[in-house]
């Protein structure tokens, strides 16, 4: 048996890979364009391992994405291949749309024309499972009760419109074509190989390079953090139990505000390897301008993967996160590795002068 993985090289795509094949023996096909967000490093320990076939390419390469599922027959795709980033997309939202959903759109063609011509009992058994995210929800209250799947559709940012667009076109292959898809929308993840653009990897290590730890507005956004390995099983347990064209949103009851999430990774740090000055992390935090449009609170209600599909997540956020800062310290090679050219341009771009690249 064959899985099709597009984006397996990135932060939770290359967990979702080493975390099945550590549990299955089926073969993984991993379609990556390797942008700057994807890092064959995060899958070194596979090297040789012939259940791991890797390909460079695009999602939106009909031509490329139709031979691979001719070649490997595979029994199901999931879908990680995406821009990530909400402050990239505000400086340029042309590659999310072109990404996101033409590329979304494309593979979405490939799959249809492959899976029409499937015989019953592959076309009864195959899966698209999209994963998407609960930003395409909106920004919630203080007191708002948290995203269930029926929630409206409001997303702020062109990264979370881009995956919302995403998500109603797989929809509608469901509805349309009756493809047999599964949408799963996920909270805001943290673990290993979480690529240092984002809070929690970028203040882990800001910190430790004496760099200013930049908190946007008043820290007091929230976010509902769930540990990537605990998402990867999610996802396992959806695509092999999820009902077809439903949608499950998966999250970890951790609604925690930004500035909690810092002091927390700085506290770790000051106990796992205090600066030899002495002085605490969180001397290092700095106030800089807010996002635009930065949206206050996300909060996902993940009752319905419960009740119906028996999921819940192993990591609560204190193991999570001391797992997660211990990883970065353990691999200060895979940090440097990541902190290229194309990273430091970033740095210098998004943050000016303040935290120095
Ligand atoms: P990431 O940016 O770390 O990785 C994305 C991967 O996709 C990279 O390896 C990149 O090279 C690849 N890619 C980009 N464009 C491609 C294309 N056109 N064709 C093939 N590959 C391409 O992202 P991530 O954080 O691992 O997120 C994976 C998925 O999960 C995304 O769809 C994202 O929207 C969703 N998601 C992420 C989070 C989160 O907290 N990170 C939460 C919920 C949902
Ligand atoms: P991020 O990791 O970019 O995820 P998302 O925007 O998809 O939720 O950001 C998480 C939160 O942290 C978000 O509210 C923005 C905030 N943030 C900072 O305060 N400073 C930073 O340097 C970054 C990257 C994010």
Redesign the pocket.
Known sequence: MTILVTGGAGFIGSNFVLDCLSESDETIINLDQLTYAGNLQNLASLEGDVRHIFVRGDIGDSALVAGLLMKYQPRAIVNFAAES???RSIHGPGEFIQTNIVGTFNLLEAVRAYWGALDTTAKTGFRFLHVSTD?VYGSLGKTDPAFTETHRYEPNSP?SASKAASDHLVRAYHHTYGLPVLTTNCS?NYGPYHFP????P?MIVNAQAGKPL???GD?Q?I?DWLYVKDHCSAIRRVLEAGQLGEVYNIGGWNEKP?LDIVHTVCALLDELKPRADGRPYKEQIAY?TD?PG??RR?AIDAHKIERQLGWKPMETFETGIRKTVQWYLDNPQWVANVQSGGYRDWVAKQYGTGPKA
């Open positions: 980033h909400v402050d930003e990264y805001n653009e984002k809070l929690i970028l930049p908190v946007y820290g956004q976010r930004n800089v996002r930065h949206d996300y």
